[in-house]
T-cell receptor, first 105, second 118 residues
């Protein structure tokens, strides 16, 4: 079963713009993770945020977590065409619906 | 390099045949592996948790007799789709926790196996 919903389901932006993806979940968590999937491939772990953290950065990625609202967001700054992929949150082994991000050159 | 190897990457079979997919952890031991199924443009649906040396734990609605899971060693889990039918066509992905016994949840993923049943 899926853990929750992600929003938006699809996002198309121009290179250089920021991309924000949101994730909601249903159960209590110890941590939440974000993964990336290129089309037809396996997933790659991007970042993990623990339940006692509110924000975390990794390079161009910024993740926030609001446990009171059971939601998280992933921000990719200064997007590149190579960022085109699907992005999923997971808590920790069940995945959200995902956001398909397209970054146009 | 890949730390979880999945094979085959693509398989086409006739309806009624069985297909085995292997998932190997490379250079680390995995007492637990997870099997997912993914339909086009959809998320990963957890099918089952494979446990080394014991029976797999299946998610609700997943037929255990249809999707046989064997985790005979600390580096190998297999998923066998028995008597496959066209509706079983999908992308199957395995994963293993980064750290043995870890509950942090970070996973290494195989590259997936695309099954097409004719």
């Amino acid at each position: 079963s899926q853990q929750g919903e992600e929003d938006p389901q699809a996002l198309s932006i121009q290179e250089g713009e920021n991309a924000t993806m949101n994730c909601s979940y249903k159960t209590s968590i110890n941590n939440l993770q974000w993964y990336r999937q290129n089309s037809g491939r396996g997933l790659v772990h991007l970042i993990l945020i623990r339940s006692n953290e509110r924000e975390k950065h990794s390079g161009r990625l910024r993740v926030t977590l609001d446990t009171s609202k059971k939601s998280s967001s992933l921000l990719i700054t200064a997007s590149r065409a190579a960022d085109t992929a699907s992005y999923f949150c997971a808590t920790p082994w069940r995945f959200g619906a995902g956001t398909r991000l397209t970054v146009k050159p | 390099g890949a730390v979880v190897s999945q094979h085959p990457s693509r398989v086409i079979c006739k309806s009624g045949t069985s297909v085995k997919i292997e998932c190997r952890s490379l250079d680390f031991q995995a007492t637990t592996m997870f099997w997912y199924r993914q339909f086009p443009k959809q998320s990963l649906m957890l099918m089952a948790t494979s446990n080394e040396g014991s029976k797999a734990t299946y998610e609700q609605g997943v037929e255990k007799d249809k999707f046989l899971i064997n985790h005979a060693s600390l580096t190998l889990s297999t998923l066998t789709v028995t008597s496959a039918h066209p509706e079983d066509s999908s992308f199957y992905i395995c994963s293993a926790p980064k750290e043995r016994g870890s509950n942090t949840g970070e996973l290494f993923f195989g590259e997936g196996s695309r099954l097409t049943v004719l």
